[in-house]
């Protein structure tokens, strides 16, 4: 696959060696792992990204402790039995970034997440199983039955928690639209399945994870050289 082999090449050449780059590549978590994630990790992390989304990500990291006490660590069980009134007065709360729509969507996905529950046992199996030649499926999931986890925030979750997954960032935008992969909206269905696509050929023919085609493709272009 030439297209790959000029992105590898490249990618190695900005980093000073195959090596250098190999060693720069982060791996997805097996399945066997992310079956042992409870589901209220999962709400955390989507609650965390949410919350980085527009504004400084190390404010939200320094809060996070605050918010663990406000909204009893994300359990799940305990946060389904809160009123739409006691959010609104947590929405308040010092210890957190008060945002009052934010805090809403620890209802909203919370509800998300328990609605999966009943269908598939646990959110975590329902992430764990979802095939990867089609994760744009889970990002569009995510966007329409949970709340705000559109455009990039529900992708970064699922890689911080590791689903393998590739991530439409800034660069690789770039090598999408320079390779003319995309050429209309970055999240338009067209977009993510042409992105799609390309990576499902790439994996195939590498043999490598998303995760690690979406840190090669990204480290083809941009300022990350070295």
Same mark, same amino acid.
Request: charged content about 25%; proline content about 2%.
């Given at each position: 696959?030439?297209?790959? &082999? ?6 190695? &050449? ?8 190999? *060693? ?20 955390? /992390?989507? @609650? %965390? ?32 039995? =809160?009123?739409?009134?006691?959010? /609104? !007065? ?7 970034? %008060? ?5 809403? +969507?620890? *209802? ?10 009943? !269908? ?25 039955? $949970? +709340?705000?986890?559109?455009?990039? @925030? ?10 393998? @997954? ?6 690789? &935008? @770039?090598?999408? %639209? ?10 338009? !269905?067209?977009?993510? !399945? ?7 050929? =790439?994996?195939?023919?590498? $043999? ?5 085609? +979406?840190?090669?493709?990204? =480290?083809?272009? $941009?300022?990350?050289?070295?």
């Amino acid at each position: 696959m030439k297209v790959f &082999e000029k992105i590898y090449h490249r990618a190695a &050449e900005r980093k000073g060696s195959e090596a250098a780059l190999k *060693a720069k590549l982060s791996q997805p978590l097996s399945t066997e792992s992310l079956l042992a994630l409870s589901d209220d990790q999962w709400l955390e /992390e989507f @609650t %965390r990204k949410i919350f980085q989304s527009g504004f400084y990500w190390a404010v939200v990291d320094n809060k996070w402790d605050g918010f663990r006490e406000v909204f009893w660590q994300f359990s799940i069980e305990k946060l389904l039995m =809160m009123s739409p009134e006691m959010y /609104e !007065q947590r929405s308040q709360d010092e210890r957190i970034i %008060r945002n009052a729509k934010k805090v809403k +969507s620890i *209802a909203d996905n919370c509800h998300m997440i328990f609605e999966v529950q009943q !269908q598939h046992g646990r959110f975590s199996e329902f992430v764990a199983n979802w095939p990867e030649d089609n994760i744009v499926g889970l990002w569009l999931y995510l966007k329409k039955h $949970g +709340s705000r986890l559109g455009g990039n @925030t529900g992708p970064y979750a699922l890689r911080v928690l590791g689903k393998d @997954t590739f991530l439409l960032s800034k660069d690789v &935008e @770039t090598v999408l %639209r320079a390779e003319e992969i995309i050429d209309g909206g970055l999240q338009s !269905q067209k977009s993510l !399945q042409a992105a799609q696509q390309f990576f499902n050929e =790439m994996r195939q023919y590498s $043999g490598l994870s998303l995760q690690e085609l +979406s840190q090669i493709v990204s =480290m083809s272009v $941009g300022d990350n050289i070295r």
